[in-house]
């Protein structure tokens, strides 16, 4: 479950993230024609705000009873562009929470957040609709916790590759409607790897 405390730290990195822009507009763009980079004044472009589900794959390595494999997820973005379709993406996700090895107080349960640094490429594929692919690095962090007999507790916070890609469609003149699939592979408690997946819908704002 999404709980207050969740929904505030997520609104304090949104914020962050969102300020990046002002802080880059000190620095003047790139001549005509060259690329843009992120410490430009016109770099950052956009930012947003998305929620959805994610699927944990090594759920149920502690125990041989079923277990939930689906959380909420949720988490915001703020993006650039360095040529017309090449782009920069920092995201905060937070993957949500599952019960492992049967949940419940004789259970665990496993959460998973993190930043993603992402680089971008889009095509356009109607007027007001395109398609992006990412590729990049996630710095993931995951808890494991719970009193489940065998079950090994604790945080791993490791770097590790992300996969993505997504839908993007204009509502108006500067939002978006984006829809998003992630793949996360992250290091959990008892030193294994596994892919955690993110699915989201979200609203995009375009600021220049």
């Given at each position: 479950?999404?709980?207050?405390?969740?929904?505030?730290?997520?609104?304090?990195?949104?914020l962050a993230l969102t300020g990046l822009p002002a802080a880059c507009f000190g620095q003047e763009?790139?001549?005509?024609?060259?690329?843009?980079?992120p410490y430009e004044r016109n770099f950052w472009k956009y930012a947003g705000i998305n929620i959805?589900?994610?699927?944990?794959?090594?759920?149920?390595?502690?125990?041989?009873?079923?277990?939930?494999?689906?959380?909420?997820?949720?988490?915001?973005?703020?993006?650039?562009?360095?040529?017309?379709?090449?782009?920069?993406?920092?995201?905060?996700?937070?993957?949500?929470?599952?019960?492992?090895?049967?949940?419940?107080?004789?259970?665990?349960?496993?959460?998973?957040?993190?930043?993603?640094?992402?680089?971008?490429?889009?095509?356009?594929?109607?007027?007001?609709?395109?398609?992006?692919?990412?590729?990049?690095?996630?710095?993931?962090?995951?808890?494991?916790?719970?009193?489940?007999?065998?079950?090994?507790?604790?945080?791993?916070?490791?770097?590790?590759?992300?996969?993505?890609?997504?839908?993007?469609?204009?509502?108006?003149?500067?939002?978006?409607?984006?829809?998003?699939?992630?793949?996360?592979?992250?290091?959990?408690?008892?030193?294994?790897?596994?892919?955690?997946?993110?699915?989201?819908?979200?609203?995009?704002?375009?600021?220049?």
């Amino acid at each position: 479950m999404i709980n207050k405390k969740q929904l505030v730290a997520a609104s304090f990195v949104l914020l962050a993230l969102t300020g990046l822009p002002a802080a880059c507009f000190g620095q003047e763009a790139s001549p005509s024609g060259s690329w843009t980079m992120p410490y430009e004044r016109n770099f950052w472009k956009y930012a947003g705000i998305n929620i959805g589900q994610s699927r944990f794959t090594p759920t149920c390595q502690y125990s041989s009873t079923s277990c939930e494999i689906n959380g909420q997820a949720f988490g915001g973005v703020v993006g650039g562009r360095f040529a017309n379709h090449i782009g920069l993406e920092l995201t905060y996700a937070n993957l949500g929470e599952i019960e492992t090895a049967g949940g419940g107080t004789a259970g665990g349960k496993t959460s998973a957040y993190g930043l993603n640094l992402s680089l971008v490429a889009d095509l356009p594929v109607a007027a007001s609709t395109d398609i992006f692919g990412k590729v990049g690095e996630s710095w993931g962090r995951t808890n494991v916790a719970g009193d489940a007999p065998g079950l090994i507790t604790g945080n791993r916070i490791e770097a590790q590759p992300s996969l993505g890609a997504g839908l993007r469609f204009a509502i108006a003149p500067k939002w978006a409607l984006r829809l998003d699939a992630d793949r996360y592979h992250l290091e959990f408690s008892d030193g294994g790897r596994g892919t955690v997946y993110g699915y989201t819908v979200g609203l995009q704002y375009k600021f220049q």
